[in-house]
């Protein structure tokens, strides 16, 4: 009954922007800290941001510290990852991920949305 969904992946350019929208279902956002994981191939799945429940309180991978925002709109139940700057690197799907706390850690979160391809190229 719990799903997340994650939308406005894509092609772009190094240096360019995405916002890459998580729009839950079957359950209220406000009550959950939601993280955004990212899996290149050959990687392992790695933490890139997360945010509590009111907002206040965010963390960030150092990889992408000064270029990526995250955000939430409870009145939407959506959370927002807004990425500028963005680098070859930063290649790979996008995943957002629901729990009662936020973590870095992927095995802490119990629902997971379908996940949503960026891809840095020229």
């Known amino acids: 009954q719990l799903q997340l969904v994650e939308s406005g992946g894509g092609l772009v350019q190094p240096g360019g922007s995405l916002r890459l929208s998580c729009a839950a279902s079957g359950f209220t956002l406000d009550y959950y800290a939601i993280g955004w994981f990212r899996q290149a191939p050959g990687k392992e799945r790695e933490g890139v941001s997360c945010i509590r429940t009111s907002g206040d309180s965010t963390n960030y991978a150092d990889s992408v510290k000064g270029r990526f925002t995250i955000s939430r709109d409870n009145a939407k139940n959506t959370v927002y990852l807004q990425m500028n700057s963005l680098k070859p690197e930063d290649t790979a799907v996008y995943y957002c991920?629901?729990?009662?706390?936020?973590?870095?850690?992927?095995?802490?979160?119990?629902?997971w949305g379908q996940g949503t391809r960026v891809t840095v190229s020229s």
């Open positions: 991920a629901a729990d009662w706390a936020c973590s870095s850690w992927p095995n802490e979160y119990n629902y």
